[in-house]
């Protein structure tokens, strides 16, 4: 069944009236990839500071200037680029631990399982992002789909999926591999959040 955007539930289970805690973001950064990630975690911090919460970015170190420049108020932590990204996931968890954040949002075309379940180790749900739809997202909380749910090939999630942008309204969004490692691991339909802004 559907669900739109304002039922989502509150990453912390708080009320609509408290703060809504410490996210912490963690985009693919790093000699050759680009600021398309960086990017996209800046204006979900922004926006999560507009809610009234705090937010930490961790990325390489030569994205802290970028992001002081976008996100003044964000705590910046920086951990090499994720050569090793079992070893930086694990960096991440445990800064996510000493933050008390209240969600992990993961942002990286390289994000793999295992990436995602480390993350989860640290205790806070975990948001990723995949425009690719490659799954199987065993560790997730929360699935967004920023170019839309256009991958009708890949194995339910466990977790809600959101696309903010239904799929009539993407253009030219690829599919995505999707799904290869971990098909038929899910045991029911996700369920799907679409919200109608660009």
């Not at 950064?29 to 975690?41: F, K």
């Not at 993961?106 to 995602?116: I, K, L, P, T």
């Not at 995505?176 to 038929?184: F, I, Q």
Request: charged share 15%; proline share 10%; glycine share 12%.
């Amino acid at each position: 069944m559907p669900i739109s955007s304002n039922e989502l539930p509150d990453p912390a289970g708080n009320s609509s009236s408290a703060q809504p805690g410490r996210l912490l973001l963690w985009p693919d950064t790093g000699p050759g990839i680009g600021l398309g990630h960086l990017s996209r975690a800046v204006a979900i911090a922004q926006a999560w500071q507009q809610r009234g919460g705090s937010a930490t970015i961790v990325a390489d170190q030569s994205s802290r200037d970028w992001v002081a420049l976008q996100l003044p108020e964000a705590t910046f932590v920086p951990i090499p680029a994720a050569t090793d990204l079992l070893l930086a996931s694990d960096e991440v968890a445990a800064v996510a631990r000493a933050e008390n954040a209240v969600w992990i949002v993961a942002d990286g075309y390289r994000w793999n399982d295992q990436v995602e379940r480390r993350l989860a180790r640290s205790g806070a749900p975990l948001v990723v992002l995949d425009d690719y739809h490659h799954g199987p997202y065993s560790a997730a909380e929360l699935v967004i789909h920023p170019h839309g749910d256009s991958d009708q090939t890949s194995p339910p999630p466990r977790a809600p999926i959101f696309s903010p942008l239904p799929p009539n309204r993407c253009r030219g969004a690829g599919t995505g591999g999707g799904g290869g490692a971990g098909g038929g691991r899910a045991k029911k339909p996700a369920r799907t959040a679409s919200h109608g802004y660009y």
